[in-house]
């Protein structure tokens, strides 16, 4: 572990967060003209408690208390779930986020601290010592009291003498922005830097969203994503398909008195398979309850109606008026939809099956084979997650369910082209189309990166274009 105070070469780009070897764990440090900065400041996730509770509780290698700025791109938990821990811990800066982000991260960031106060309860139980979780609400109320909200897009909004910044339209979610940081050097001549986040598909298909575009500007250093990068991560389904094939499975299901489970995050993909049933079924006889049962789900289904305008505002009002669609916030209500059987479909969280009330349904319908498990996401890496599982364990009959063995009956599928994040072609296009000196992969797998990286040299000359490419590697550091 490094000492950020003692490095020798002080004015840089350190890569120190997580998001630096993996996909998950955002977090960058940039230290420039006396300024100290952070882009983004996320929760390493993995399905191991123990592992990723120590990864965030590690010291931070800076003084919360000298930073004078955190960027956040989008309000995913691994790009602003630590930010609670920032503020216990000294922070008095400014947290700079779009509107709706900043909007969004209230709900988000009460359900980070929910969620890892049950998983220090559970590690305490587990190894009979006290874990205490690594935030709790109050940090969360006093973190919120720190977020600034800038929304206009490609303003330049002027923060001191040294740092300013623009916002670019990114189409991972809604809110989701790309940064350029703007610093200034001691005879004030600017040095900019370009920061996608998570960055959305070039030509999305999915709701709500403008198409992520690529900046014309010249950057010293561009700092992108690299998620979808491995060889071969090319989906050829169209989301046509996919919808064609979720209208197939829900009329089949329904039609033979089963049970359709969906798991969905609850920001984002609940809203957008909402709205994509809306489409399909809104003009039809269609008469089973689509359920959106999950506080969080709902509370944010809720918020759509504050954060969008226009024509996304009309959409979604339809969305969520429809006489098919319910929305179950109590508890009591939930357990009575669990045990009623009739034929419906059910969204709810979480998307991983890790926690939340999925889990009572999962429980409930995966030993009836009438039902069916519909996945919209990504279900994991390994035999660790339980979507990963019931996606792949149909041979061995039996899967634990919050403690009991359930037989894995039900039918499952999983649609693939509700990605939010830019597919791999797409990344070859931007990483190759942007103007920079040095372009940096990161949030990606080391086989990711490494493969982008090769194929992104290629598109690079092309483009008659001749900056490098650097695969980052945590503890790195990138010159100003
Ligand atoms: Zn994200
Ligand atoms: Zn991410």
Redesign the pocket.
């Known amino acids: 572990m490094f000492d950020i105070g003692k490095k020798k070469k002080d004015d840089g780009i350190y890569l120190i967060g997580q ?1 630096a070897n993996d ?2 764990g ?1 977090c960058i440090y940039i230290k420039y003209n006396g300024k100290k900065i952070l882009l983004e400041c ?1 929760l390493y996730q993995n399905n191991n408690y123990l592992e990723s509770y120590n990864i965030n509780s590690e010291k931070f290698k800076f003084k919360p208390s000298e930073i004078d700025y955190v960027f956040v791109g989008h309000t ?1 938990v ?2 602003i779930g630590l930010l609670p821990r920032l503020i216990k811990e000294g922070f008095t800066g400014k947290i700079i986020a779009s509107h709706a982000t900043a909007q969004l991260m209230k709900p988000l960031l009460y359900n980070c601290a929910f969620i890892l106060l049950s998983e220090a309860n559970a590690l305490s139980f587990k190894y009979k010592r006290d874990y205490s979780p690594i935030y709790t609400e109050d940090d969360v109320a006093k973190t919120l009291e720190y977020i600034y909200e800038f929304d206009e897009l490609h303003t330049q909004y002027i923060l001191d003498d040294i740092v300013s910044f623009k916002w670019y339209e990114n189409s991972h979610c809604v809110g989701a922005r790309q940064l350029q940081l703007i610093l200034k050097d001691k005879n004030g001549v600017s040095n900019s830097i370009l920061y996608t986040s ?1 960055i959305g598909s070039l030509n999305t298909k999915n709701h709500y969203v403008s198409n992520t575009e690529i900046p014309t500007d010249f950057n010293k250093v561009t700092i992108m ?1 690299s ?1 979808y990068g491995e060889p071969g991560r090319i989906n050829k389904k169209t989301r046509k398909f996919d919808l064609e094939h979720l209208r197939v499975a829900i009329e089949t299901v329904t039609e033979r008195g089963g049970t359709v489970v969906m798991p969905c995050f609850s920001f984002s993909r609940t809203q957008e398979i909402l709205t994509n049933l809306y489409n399909i079924y809104h003009n039809t006889n269609f008469q089973y309850d689509i359920i959106v049962d999950s506080i969080l789900s709902c509370d944010i289904c809720d918020m759509y109606s504050n954060l969008l305008s226009d024509e996304d505002l009309d959409l979604w009002h339809k969305v969520k008026s429809w006489d098919n669609v319910k929305f179950i916030k109590e508890k009591e209500d939930s357990l009575a939809c669990v045990k009623s059987h009739n034929p419906k479909i059910i969204l709810s969280s979480s998307g991983f099956c890790t926690n939340g009330r999925i889990l009572s349904y999962l429980h409930e319908y995966l030993n009836d084979e009438n039902s069916m498990v519909i996945f919209s996401g990504y279900t994991g890496s390994d035999n660790s997650y339980l979507s990963y599982r019931i996606k792949n364990y149909k041979e061995n009959k039996f899967i634990k369910i919050s403690g009991d063995k359930v037989e894995n009956k039900a039918d499952c599928i999983s649609l693939g082209t509700f990605s939010s994040h830019a597919n791999r072609n797409e990344l070859l296009t931007y990483g190759s189309k942007i103007n920079t000196e040095k372009l940096v992969l990161v ?1 990606g797998s080391i086989v990711a990166k490494n493969s982008l990286k090769e194929d992104l040299k290629e598109a690079i000359s092309k483009e008659n274009k001749t900056f490098k490419v650097v695969a980052s590697a945590k503890d790195m550091v990138i010159g100003l």
Request: negative net charge.
């Open positions: 998001n996909v998950t955002s996320g995913h691994d790009h998570d994503e998620t949030h």
